[in-house]
């Protein structure tokens, strides 16, 4: 199975800052990797696919980009909503595994 | 519009059965896939499989094989999963997720399934 380890587990961060959340596959993903957004006893949202292109409906402060194996998620001026856990999914191969999520609070 | 409406909260004891559904509406269901998840509250979130509405084919992950068993109903656009032998690990939330090319764009509400004496 694919290990996605995702870090950091959580973050607090003002409007003012740039937001970055990162997944590291444990072998190469060919860009099949997606971000999601979860608010508590809610469905998870795509936020990207195919590890940069944006999900139709999701602000363009939302970005995502890879170095080797490692995708990164950034929010530039991130908004009070954009609180919430965010998780990465890889879909190279299965099973499907998602990374372990990263609690974002946005003060 | 797209739309994947799960069945409610399950409450059930130890060594019982469950099945859970999601219907769907808004695209072609019988020319689709249809992945379930699991998620105990507090943590990520895991692959349970998948299966092509066109023909029944399905995919598990390893994990929950014998646990869980995937079908579809085409006539009635329903996609349902079998939990069997529910221990208390088996409690959590239960998701189905419409399949794209772009990703798993389409959610259901999920379900709450507790194992309980």
């Known amino acids: 199975d694919i290990q996605m380890t995702q870090s950091p587990a959580s973050l607090s961060a003002s409007l003012e800052e740039i937001v970055t959340i990162t997944c590291k596959a444990s072998?190469?993903?060919?860009?099949?990797l997606s971000w999601y957004q979860q608010k508590p006893g809610k469905s998870p949202q795509l936020l990207i696919y195919?590890?940069?292109s944006l999900a139709d409906g999701v602000p363009s402060r939302f970005s995502g980009s890879r170095s080797g194996t490692q995708y990164s998620l950034k929010i530039s001026r991130p908004q009070v909503d954009d609180s919430g856990i965010y998780y990465c999914?890889?879909?190279?191969?299965?099973?499907?595994?998602f990374g372990s999520g990263t609690k974002l609070e946005i003060k | 519009q797209v739309k994947l409406q799960q069945s409610g909260a399950e409450l059930v004891k130890p060594g019982a059965s469950v099945k859970l559904s999601c219907k769907t509406s808004?695209?072609?269901?019988?020319?689709?896939?249809m992945s379930w998840f699991k998620q105990i509250p507090g943590q990520s979130i895991e692959w349970i499989g998948m299966?092509?509405?066109?023909?029944?084919?399905?995919g598990y992950n390893q994990k929950f094989k014998g646990k869980a068993t995937l079908t579809v109903d085409t006539s009635s656009s329903t996609a349902y999963m079998d939990l069997s032998s529910l221990t208390t690990e088996d409690s959590a939330v239960y998701f189905c997720?419409?399949?794209?090319?772009?990703?798993?764009?389409?959610w259901g509400q999920g379900t709450l399934v507790t194992v309980s004496s």
């Open positions: 072998q190469g993903i060919d860009d099949y």
């Open positions: 999914l890889q879909s190279y191969s299965t099973p499907l595994t």
């Open positions: 195919d590890a940069t």
């Open positions: 808004g695209y072609t269901f019988s020319t689709s896939y």
């Open positions: 299966i092509y509405a066109g023909d029944g084919g399905t």
């Open positions: 997720a419409r399949v794209g090319e772009l990703g798993f764009a389409y």
